[in-house]
């Protein structure tokens, strides 16, 4: 009865962590997405030539690092 006992206590703590984990782990894979989008959008500018589209989409970066 004690293992049991002792089982429920660990488990909740166990879980909540696990949960946390699983959410920042999904919020970093859509922060490498957005990062992923916009060094291709940028690389693309470059090669356009487009300074100011290069600019605009790293002041969104910043926002977005910032915000995080």
């Keep these: 009865m004690s293992k049991i006992a002792a089982y429920h206590d ?9 949960l946390l984990l699983l959410v920042l782990y999904k919020n970093l894979i859509w922060v490498f997405i957005f990062v992923d ?6 690389r693309q500018a470059v090669r356009m030539n487009d300074v100011l589209l290069v600019v605009r989409h790293a002041q ?9």
């Design 60 to 68: 969104h970066l910043n926002l977005l690092l910032i915000r995080l």
């Design 10 to 18: 660990i488990w909740p703590p166990i879980s909540a962590l696990m």
């Design 37 to 42: 989008a916009i060094c291709k959008v940028e």
